[in-house]
Each structure stands twice: as C-alpha cells, then as structure tokens.
C-alpha cells in the first residue's frame, strides 16, 4: 500500500501565484523526501527533510513536516510557468532488520498558466 | 557525470518473450531499485537493493526478477512478459536510505510495451 499520499490531485493556478501541495503517511518515517517529474522523465529530487526537521527551505521551496500528524507540505512561491511537473512525496520507513524501503506517492499535477 | 544509465530506453515486445532492461550508476551506491509508473497508480516499486547479493521485494514484484552482483549494476528481468508489465520503469539509486541523506537519483526511464 502507499505511505504517502498527496492531495490535491491536480492543482491548476496562474504565474506568480503561490502552490501548495500535502503530502500524508501511515507510519513512522526517517525521512521524508519532495521529488519533480516532468512529463515522461525521471524524478529529479528537490528537497529533503528529517524526521526532526519541522521546516526547511531551498530557493523558492518552503516544506514543512507534522511528524505527530503524518503529514508534509510542499510550498511553492511565486510559481512560473516552468515549475508545471508532477511533485510526489517519498518517504523512508524500515521494513524489518537493516531493511529501508522508499515509498512514494501517486503524485499532484501542478499545471502554472502563464 | 554523476548519473544513472538504463537501457533500453524504449523496447516493443511480445507476450512471453524474455527480456532484461539494465540499469547502471557510476556513483558508488548502495541502494539501488526499480519502479514502474502507471497512470492513476503513481510510482510504485518493484524491487530494492541494499547492496550486492542483498534485494528484497517492493509492492509489486510478482513477474519480475533481479539480481545485484555488482554494485554498480541493478538489471530488471521478466522472464515471460505479459501485457500488464506494459509500463514506464524507472531505476533509482541512492546511499542506504534509513537516517543518512538518501537522495534517489532516477534514470531517464524504460517505456515497455508488451502486446
């Protein structure tokens, strides 16, 4: 089953405009990690926070991490039409012994107008 | 460069007709794994590595086959492709995820079509 799970779906908004993804979990997490895909390619990684990390920020990107409610948000500020890709969150839980397993989610579509 | 190489890139085949998709990283990784991408169904993984000799199963691993003997090295294999493996793969690797920095590097993507 999926650990995390992002909402909304689809998320359409206009240049300039803030974007703002969720992202929640199941189970105890070490890390929990915001990746981009553009259509049909590889995830490309952008942040990650720390099961101990409450908020973090790089460039234009403010996540933030609710560990007592399981949940993740992904801010994007002041969006151009360049930042248009699928955002998925992954987290990492250990799945028994020395064992770590990445699970991620199905993904929001942010579509920015120009 | 830093990267991870999978081919083929696109591969059209037969139902039951063995094939192997190779996936490569050239960053000393210990963690390696496969993905299929389906639409709707978001990234699901198939199988992981944590280092050679040791994979384990993801959340869907049935029909699917690997092997690490190197660590470099991470192939995908289905031995007798059906028309539900058609899909978009993807391998990834990382450094053992688990408290350390685990950012996943993907390759560009397998587009498998099974008819």
């Known amino acids: 089953s999926q650990q995390g799970e992002e909402d909304p779906q689809a998320l359409s908004i206009q240049e300039g405009e803030n974007a703002t993804m969720n992202c929640s979990y199941k189970?105890?997490?070490?890390?929990l990690q915001w990746y981009r895909q553009n259509s049909g390619r590889g995830l490309v990684h952008l942040i990650l926070?720390?099961?101990?990390?409450r908020e973090k920020h790089s460039g234009r990107l403010r996540v933030t991490l609710d560990t007592s409610k399981k949940s993740s948000s992904l801010l994007i500020t002041a969006s151009r039409a360049a930042d248009t890709a699928s955002y998925f969150c992954?987290?990492?839980?250990?799945?028994?012994?020395?064992?770590?397993?990445?699970?991620f989610g199905k993904g929001t579509l942010l579509t920015v107008n120009p | 460069e830093a990267q991870v190489t999978q081919n083929p890139r696109y591969l059209i085949t037969v139902t039951g007709k063995k094939l192997t998709v190779t996936c490569s990283q050239n960053?000393?990784?210990?963690?390696m794994s496969w993905y299929r991408q389906d639409p709707g169904l978001g990234l699901r993984q198939i199988y992981y590595?944590?280092?050679?000799?040791?994979?384990d199963k993801g959340d869907v691993p049935e029909g699917y086959k690997v092997s690490r003997k190197e660590k470099r090295n991470f192939p995908l294999i289905l031995e007798s492709p059906s028309p539900n493996q058609t899909s978009l793969y993807f391998c990834?690797?990382?450094?053992?995820?688990?408290?350390?920095?685990?950012?996943?590097?993907f390759g560009p993507g397998t587009r498998l079509t099974v008819l």
């Open positions: 990834a690797s990382s450094l053992p995820p688990g408290g350390r920095a685990a950012e996943q590097f």
């Open positions: 189970t105890s997490i070490n890390n």
């Open positions: 926070i720390r099961s101990n990390e």
């Open positions: 992954a987290t990492d839980a250990n799945s028994g012994g020395s064992n770590y397993k990445l699970t």
């Open positions: 960053m000393n990784h210990e963690y």
């Open positions: 590595s944590m280092n050679v000799e040791v994979t």
